[in-house]
């Protein structure tokens, strides 16, 4: 997987070939919306719906010439969903899921103009590394005196990767600097995380994800290298 990943790395580096080279840091944030597998087992009133989380990074951009580009970056993720019941006045459910990553994406794509603002779409692959996973649950109307629960959950694959693909357009200002808003997408063939919900008056339930995900995302890129040092960086 690794050697896979640095082959990558390297063939995305060297896809500009007698072109100006424009490096700049960059700061990103937005909220995540995991999609839900649709092949879950849920019965009795049940299902399942995403909840808002966040993506937090750091990345490093490069500019080749006018229309290649690519990003490395380093983000924490945080994805959220529920499983509730609500056909029952008695017994009301509500667990909530919270699944934390770190994620090392590398993308690679072109670049354009619309207008006066600029618009860059890529494809690439990121490295998932599983942090952690939370669990809470909410009762009402009967349920607390009735309810003998348990949540046995399974966590797939520690790390993954996931495919990605996405789009930004933004604008850069005099002083060097730029503010983009993207929307992008993760996406992994295969489950990587359930839970399953068991008592005697509803059966089991089960909740299963493969971690896909849409995100919506400001970015901020500091002023390139070449223009911090007065110089540009060629081939």
């Known amino acids: 997987m690794f050697k896979w990943l640095s082959a990558f790395v390297f063939a995305v580096f060297l896809l500009p070939v007698q072109a100006q080279i424009a490096l ?26 995403t909840r808002a989380g966040a993506n937090l ?7 080749s010439g ?7 970056g380093v983000n924490y993720n945080r994805l ?4 509730k019941q609500n056909t029952s006045t008695e017994y009301r459910i509500d667990f ?11 993308q690679v794509g072109v670049t354009g103009y619309l207008g006066s603002l600029k618009h860059r779409e890529y494809l690439g692959v990121a490295y998932v590394n599983r942090l952690g996973r939370d669990f809470k649950t909410t009762l009402s109307g009967d349920s607390a005196s009735v309810y003998a629960y348990s949540t046995p959950e399974s966590v797939v694959k520690s790390s993954y990767l996931a495919f990605v693909a996405g789009l930004e357009v933004g604008t850069e200002f005099k002083n060097d600097a730029g503010l983009f808003f993207g929307l992008s997408m993760r996406y992994n063939p295969e489950t990587q995380y359930s839970s399953s919900f068991n008592t005697a008056v509803f059966g ?32």
């Open 24 to 49: 700049r840091g960059g700061f990103s944030a937005g909220p995540t919306f995991i999609l839900m597998e649709e092949n879950q087992q849920l019965n009795n009133g049940f299902f399942t719906s």
């Open 66 to 72: 006018e229309h290649f580009w690519s990003r490395v």
């Open 57 to 63: 990074g750091l990345n490093l951009s490069m500019q």
């Open 80 to 83: 959220n969903f529920s499983m």
């Open 204 to 235: 089991n339930q089960l909740a299963s994800t493969k971690g896909n995900y849409l995100m919506l995302e400001i970015t901020y890129y500091l002023p390139r290298f070449s223009y911090w040092f007065k110089r540009d960086f060629t081939y």
């Open 96 to 106: 909530r899921y919270g699944l934390n990553n770190l994620e090392i994406p590398l």
